[in-house]
């Protein structure tokens, strides 16, 4: 599977419809891809007309979402199961603008502590 990238890492923030402070995210979660070897899932989210790559950690969903098995098909049931928790944090980067600096967004376990 392809990695999805912003078309620039250079376009500056995100442009949000106008009176709208945070983007409508999607995850494309038909997109996800495990990769244990990196240690998580990747996956592509929509916000706005922008779609950025996104990756979650291993570690982030053993910690915060009960995964205790850490095979992928484990690994996407938790993925599936905290979308909205995860679509959630992933608009909050957004909106912070922490973006990685090749445009991704990486969630890790300190994403997620309230």
């Avoid at 890492?9 to 038909?30: D, I, K, W």
């Avoid at 916000?47 to 484990?74: K, P, T, Y």
């Avoid at 979308?83 to 909050?92: D, E, H, L």
Wanted: proline share 4%.
């Amino acid at each position: 599977m392809a990695t999805i990238m912003p078309e620039s890492t250079e376009a500056g923030p995100l442009r949000y419809p106008e009176g709208q402070r945070e983007p409508a995210v999607v995850l494309l979660l038909s997109q996800a891809n495990a990769d244990l070897s990196r240690g998580g899932i990747g996956f592509a989210a929509m916000a706005g007309d922008e779609c950025i790559a996104c990756f979650v950690s291993q570690e982030a969903l053993r910690e915060h979402f009960g995964g205790n098995e850490m095979d992928r098909a484990s690994l996407f049931e938790v993925l599936h199961a905290k979308q909205s928790r995860i679509r959630s944090t992933v608009r909050g980067k957004i909106a912070d603008g922490a973006l990685e600096p090749d445009g991704s967004i990486v969630l890790r376990s300190a994403d997620f502590w309230i």
